[in-house]
């Protein structure tokens, strides 16, 4: 009886030593980070082609051949100017069961008055974090040249009178 029971507490023990040896949320999310980063600081460096070879998932690149997502990048660039800075706006979005991590993105670009958004997924693909996916989020941004600025409404004098009301139209019966 002493020995099924120490040996079913070894076999516990050794259980939870396996269980607990798992990625966690924090480990998973600076690995991921890492390679999530380096994206950035290849596009920011002009380093198209080596974002690409060098973040990109197997399957992200079976999706979205170089050409393609380089031409792509520049029309970008070309649009809403270099990166200048980027950083992650909030916690990520990890599901560990799936090796997955998705990251919004925070890029400050040349010719953008506001940032620019970035949805990046990650994906594991053996050791490694990859780019399963990266998408600018376009819908919300304005570009803003340093020669072309948006118009401001100027504010009312200090002794403006308030703005009239047009009168209303009369009931002809």
Known sequence: MIKKTLSLLALAIVL????????????VRKEAQANADKYFEFV??????????????ANYKRQ??????????QAVNNKFGE???????????IDLDRHSVVFVYNVKSANMATVLNYNVRMVQEGSEWRIDAVE??????TPEGPSAPLPKKAPPPENAPAPQKAPAPKNSK
């Open 16 to 27: 939870a030593g396996i269980a607990g040896c798992g990625p966690n949320a924090a480990s």
């Open 44 to 57: 920011k460096a002009g380093n198209l082609e080596g974002a690409y070879n060098n973040t990109f998932s």
């Open 64 to 73: 979205l051949d170089r050409e393609s997502y380089v031409r792509f990048q």
């Open 83 to 93: 990166i200048q800075e980027y950083a992650v706006a909030d916690e990520p979005k």
């Open 136 to 141: 600018p989020k376009f819908s919300q941004m």
